[in-house]
């Protein structure tokens, strides 16, 4: 699935600016799928040449126009397509380049291990707190689709995403108290 897959997917929800479709983005599946501005307003020109999509300018008195885009039949068709073709592999991102950063931190040491770590711990909270804000804000995006049937599918993808960022907390507690350990017997 890429890019133009997900904002096809969230049109499905109801029709948005890029704007609207950028703050979805970001107060709800930032956490697995992020698209920068530009990304989306180059793929929903893309999708509408595709016919996949359609837009219309709504006039507004106080600033400029918006142009909301809206998935086509087409569109849902082409959607329901990819969603019950299921490949082989569907890639999770097997990259991951804090890890190879800490494989590779053995050039500096434990000091610079246990700094990059803990910096890192600080970021995996922030993450936490920032899905128990998805969490929190669930139903009222649901309520605004109107597609508050959904739900489930939502609360697992965001179970999904409470369960990582809590296993990479308890990697770098698990990791900094190790390191700790290491580093009080070399005194």
């Given at each position: 699935?890429?890019?133009?897959?997900?904002?096809?997917?969230?049109?499905?929800?109801?029709?948005?600016?890029?704007?609207?479709?950028?703050?979805?983005?970001?107060?709800?599946?930032?956490?697995?799928?992020?698209?920068?501005?530009?990304?989306?307003?180059?793929?929903?020109?893309?999708?509408?040449?595709?016919?996949?999509?359609?837009?219309?300018?709504?006039?507004?008195?106080k600033g400029p126009n918006k142009r909301i885009y809206s998935v086509t039949n087409q569109g849902v068709s082409h959607l329901k397509e990819l969603l019950t073709d299921v490949p082989e592999n569907i890639d999770e991102d097997?990259?991951?380049?804090?890890?190879?950063?800490?494989?590779?931190?053995?050039?500096?040491?434990?000091?610079?291990?246990?700094?990059?770590?803990?910096?890192?711990?600080?970021?995996?909270?922030?993450?936490?707190?920032?899905?128990?804000?998805?969490?929190?804000?669930?139903?009222?995006?649901?309520?605004?689709?109107?597609?508050?049937?959904?739900?489930?599918?939502?609360?697992?993808?965001?179970?999904?995403?409470?369960?990582?960022?809590?296993?990479?907390?308890?990697?770098?507690?698990?990791?900094?108290?190790?390191?700790?350990?290491?580093?009080?017997?070399?005194?």
């Amino acid at each position: 699935m890429s890019l133009p897959h997900a904002i096809l997917g969230l049109l499905n929800y109801m029709p948005m600016t890029g704007y609207d479709l950028k703050k979805f983005f970001d107060d709800s599946i930032g956490f697995f799928w992020s698209a920068q501005m530009s990304q989306i307003y180059r793929e929903l020109k893309n999708l509408e040449e595709k016919e996949y999509v359609s837009s219309e300018e709504e006039i507004s008195t106080k600033g400029p126009n918006k142009r909301i885009y809206s998935v086509t039949n087409q569109g849902v068709s082409h959607l329901k397509e990819l969603l019950t073709d299921v490949p082989e592999n569907i890639d999770e991102d097997n990259r991951n380049a804090f890890l190879l950063r800490v494989m590779l931190l053995s050039n500096l040491g434990i000091e610079e291990l246990y700094f990059q770590i803990q910096k890192r711990l600080k970021k995996y909270r922030k993450d936490l707190k920032a899905l128990q804000s998805v969490e929190e804000k669930l139903q009222h995006y649901l309520q605004l689709t109107g597609k508050t049937e959904t739900l489930i599918y939502w609360k697992i993808t965001l179970n999904r995403g409470l369960h990582d960022v809590k296993s990479h907390i308890k990697w770098a507690e698990e990791s900094l108290s190790e390191l700790k350990k290491i580093k009080e017997e070399k005194k």
